[in-house]
């Protein structure tokens, strides 16, 4: 086995626990297909893993569950061991459970750098490859059929008819009177009379000495706990605010909102040069490295990651959950975003390696959120005009600048110091949209005072009000 010194740089090192051989070398062999990853050891039991990852130190760990010595939840114990002894490194869960109980025990103390996917899956496309990238810079990767796990409601079967069933249920996942007599159409009283009997059919039974009764009462308290335990888990693994969504307004796929935004879409100025010349792992290095700096920068005002395609990022504020101040967290993550990939390109120049120039579009509005895909994959997406806009804007902006759209400019409470860039025509639309350039500091101090009125822009403007 070798350390991080004996490989590139570059290089995602992983250290692989399976207790079989098949397995652990078709998991080998998926992984080093890939030039930017690279497995460093092997191991069959909880104490190869632990020595194993602890000699090696590698980026990310990779491990099934039950392995010797008692075949229980040894690669769960093992990555937790792991990371207290190297608290940087990623772990990836491979199980054949989709119970979410393994699931909830990985990611009870937080759910950054940890990954859960079924065995079943990880020969589709690129998960397992995805995963451990993901992991590597601190994210998270969750196969879908977990989440499904996570949100679907607990029941359990017992001697109740279909109607007392279904009101079981609902009480188990925390329903209110009011919110079933709405579901059902009926009186809250007639609901109330209807959930006190089935207690006092189950208090009866037990009685009785039916220890089927029983067991509901406790299928029923566990129904509760799991509950807790799994909407906590949700909100770490989803974007913030949607998981308490899910739990509380159980939408489905396809049903949207309307919603009041500010989208951040940044993109990578010659980034096509770039990929030309580099080296695809040495390359493959620098994305994570970008991501993790922009995924830091978004969430540090606030805001949700929507997607990474390639070299762009887009980022929403303002939504799953409302934020009044939404477009003035947007520009402050916006300069958070620029100042990190400064800090990077940084060193990146002292090792030979091409920095990387951010060009951003903000775009103020409406926009429609919704869970869109199917119940193999699902994900939380915006639609509109907003986010086209926010689109074109970035590609309006050169390497270090941000473009407002007027919009934004008007939503904002902050000083921000702007350079009008007048009416300008952009692609999919037939009339010119007027735009706006953050000024850096030093361009702001050189030019004439800043003022409050945008009607008609001088050559600098800059709204002024209070600080968030």
Same mark, same amino acid.
């Given at each position: 086995?070798?350390?991080?010194?004996?490989?590139?740089?570059?290089?995602?090192?992983?250290?692989?626990?399976?207790?079989?051989?098949?397995?652990?070398?078709?998991?080998?062999?998926?992984?080093?297909?890939?030039?930017?990853?690279?497995?460093?050891?092997?191991?069959?039991?909880?104490?190869?893993?632990?020595?194993?990852?602890?000699?090696?130190?590698?980026?990310?760990?990779?491990?099934?569950?039950?392995?010797?010595?008692?075949?229980?939840?040894?690669?769960?114990?093992?990555?937790?061991?792991?990371?207290?002894?190297?608290?940087?490194?990623?772990?990836?869960?491979?199980?054949?459970?989709?119970?979410?109980?393994?699931?909830?025990?990985?990611?009870?103390?937080?759910?950054?750098?940890?990954?859960?996917?079924?065995?079943?899956?990880?020969?589709?496309?690129?998960?397992?490859?995805?995963?451990?990238?993901?992991?590597?810079?601190?994210?998270?990767?969750?196969?879908?059929?977990?989440?499904?796990?996570?949100?679907?409601?607990?029941?359990?079967?017992?001697?109740?008819?279909?109607?007392?069933?279904?009101?079981?249920?609902?009480?188990?996942?925390?329903?209110?009177?009011? +919110?079933?007599? @709405?579901?059902? #159409?009926? *009186?809250?009283?007639? /609901? =109330?009379? $209807?959930?006190? %009997? !089935?207690?006092?059919?189950?208090?009866?039974?037990?009685?009785?000495?039916?220890?089927?009764?029983?067991?509901?009462?406790?299928?029923?308290?566990?129904?509760?706990?799991?509950?807790?335990?799994?909407?906590?888990?949700?909100?770490?693994?989803?974007?913030?605010?949607?998981?308490?969504?899910?739990?509380?307004?159980?939408?489905?796929?396809?049903?949207?909102?309307?919603?009041?935004?500010?989208?951040?879409?940044?993109?990578?100025?010659?980034?096509?040069?770039?990929?030309?010349?580099?080296?695809?792992?040495?390359?493959?290095?620098?994305?994570?490295?970008?991501?993790?700096?922009?995924?830091?920068?978004?969430?540090?005002?606030?805001?949700?990651?929507?997607?990474?395609?390639?070299? +762009?990022?887009? @980022?929403?504020? #303002?939504? *799953?959950?409302?934020? /009044? =101040?939404? $477009?003035?967290? %947007? !520009?402050?993550?916006?300069?958070?975003?620029?100042?990190?990939?400064?800090?990077?390109?940084?060193?990146?120049?002292?090792?030979?390696?091409?920095?990387?120039?951010?060009?951003?579009?903000?775009?103020?509005?409406?926009?429609?959120?919704?869970?869109?895909?199917?119940?193999?994959?699902?994900?939380?997406?915006?639609?509109?005009?907003?986010?086209?806009?926010?689109?074109?804007?970035?590609?309006?902006?050169?390497?270090?600048?941000?473009?407002?759209?007027?919009?934004?400019?008007?939503?904002?409470?902050?000083?921000?110091?702007?350079?009008?860039?007048?009416?300008?025509?952009?692609?999919?639309?037939?009339?010119?949209?007027?735009?706006?350039?953050?000024?850096?500091?030093?361009?702001?101090?050189?030019?004439?005072?800043?003022?409050?009125?945008?009607?008609?822009?001088?050559?600098?403007?800059?709204?002024?009000?209070?600080?968030?």
């Amino acid at each position: 086995m070798s350390g991080r010194g004996d490989i590139p740089a570059r290089t995602i090192s992983v250290f692989l626990a399976d207790d079989n051989l098949i397995v652990r070398e078709g998991v080998r062999a998926l992984i080093e297909r890939h030039p930017d990853l690279c497995v460093v050891g092997v191991a069959a039991d909880f104490d190869g893993t632990v020595a194993g990852a602890t000699a090696t130190e590698p980026h990310v760990l990779v491990t099934d569950i039950r392995m010797p010595p008692s075949f229980h939840r040894e690669g769960i114990d093992a990555a937790k061991e792991v990371r207290k002894r190297h608290p940087g490194t990623g772990v990836v869960i491979l199980s054949q459970y989709d119970d979410p109980e393994y699931a909830v025990s990985l990611l009870a103390e937080g759910s950054a750098g940890y990954g859960y996917l079924l065995k079943d899956h990880i020969a589709e496309g690129n998960q397992l490859v995805e995963a451990i990238r993901a992991v590597a810079t601190g994210g998270t990767a969750l196969d879908p059929a977990i989440v499904e796990a996570l949100v679907r409601p607990v029941t359990s079967s017992g001697a109740l008819d279909e109607s007392e069933e279904s009101l079981l249920a609902l009480v188990a996942e925390g329903k209110p009177i009011k +919110a079933i007599a @709405a579901a059902r #159409g009926l *009186p809250p009283q007639a /609901v =109330d009379a $209807a959930v006190e %009997a !089935v207690f006092l059919k189950l208090a009866q039974g037990v009685s009785a000495g039916n220890q089927g009764a029983l067991q509901r009462l406790r299928l029923l308290h566990q129904a509760i706990v799991d509950r807790e335990e799994q909407g906590e888990t949700l909100s770490r693994l989803l974007p913030g605010g949607l998981a308490e969504k899910l739990r509380l307004e159980g939408r489905r796929i396809g049903e949207t909102e309307r919603v009041e935004v500010t989208v951040v879409m940044s993109d990578i100025r010659s980034y096509s040069t770039i990929a030309e010349h580099a080296d695809p792992s040495q390359l493959a290095g620098q994305l994570n490295t970008h991501r993790a700096a922009m995924n830091r920068a978004i969430l540090g005002e606030g805001g949700t990651v929507m997607q990474f395609v390639g070299d +762009a990022v887009m @980022a929403v504020f #303002g939504a *799953p959950v409302s934020q /009044v =101040d939404h $477009a003035d967290r %947007a !520009v402050a993550a916006a300069a958070a975003m620029h100042a990190g990939q400064a800090e990077i390109n940084k060193r990146w120049v002292e090792e030979s390696l091409p920095p990387f120039g951010l060009g951003l579009g903000l775009s103020t509005g409406e926009a429609a959120a919704a869970l869109l895909g199917s119940e193999e994959r699902l994900e939380y997406t915006l639609v509109g005009d907003t986010v086209n806009l926010s689109q074109r804007l970035q590609q309006l902006a050169s390497a270090g600048e941000t473009v407002l759209s007027e919009a934004t400019v008007r939503a904002l409470t902050c000083e921000v110091a702007t350079v009008a860039l007048g009416e300008q025509l952009v692609k999919g639309r037939d009339t010119p949209v007027v735009a706006y350039k953050v000024l850096s500091p030093g361009q702001a101090s050189s030019g004439g005072d800043m003022v409050t009125s945008i009607a008609q822009p001088p050559a600098e403007t800059s709204i002024e009000g209070g600080s968030r």
